[in-house]
């Protein structure tokens, strides 16, 4: 038996997410709260882990590879086969800001929207309303779940960092990629990504750029698209050559 002491156990947590740098911060916050977790980098993957293991809530990035939270959660509400609860709590997790986005979170049956970059004392707040349910609302505790400020110690900031830059080549090799290919849709999808990291780091001159770009290709304007791409990506390059002065 092992002498390490157990957290305290609140609930046990699925998170969807395959930012690595969100993850890691979601994960510092639920532990910090005395939940546990386990991670799904796409819906398809989540979908999985709710058929095969029990899980109080779950934490659900919109926009994933193979399928996106959307799908998977309407896929949870629909699903009519033993394993998984379809009525189990599911909280967005998005850097999606407008009301119809929002909207199309809560019509894919989400029950709470939380928008990246949030705090950790918001995240638990939620979680914990989440889990108390809209007609239980007497069991909220009088006292929510004390958390620390969120100064993260100098060695997880240095993790997290070293992880969002390891991310750059591949982000500007995929922006690039993109723009050769005239791809609107995936520079959307890898503007949106890269700015919910940005966020999180508080790097606002590159989450700017992220959501210029990202607002653009919404917009239908795929030669301004291209513009803020190329614009990030220059950026991106000077921010390499500076590290690896």
Known sequence: MSDKPQAQDHGHILVAEDDVVVQMVVRKILEDAGYTMDLAVDGQEAVTALESAHYDLVLMDCFMPRMNGFEATETIRNASYAGINPEIPVIAMTGLTEEVDQRRCLDAGMQRVISKPFNAQT???EIEQCLAGPEDTDSVPDQPIKLKPQIWDDDFLDSV????????????????????????????SIAHRFRGSSDILNASGLSARSRVLEQAVKAGEIELAVTHATELIAELHKLTSILAE
């Open 123 to 125: 995240l638990i707040t």
């Open 161 to 188: 960092i070293d992880e969002f830059l390891e991310e750059v080549p591949k982000v500007i090799k995929d922006l690039q990629q993109a723009v050769d290919q005239g791809d609107a849709v995936q520079l959307g």
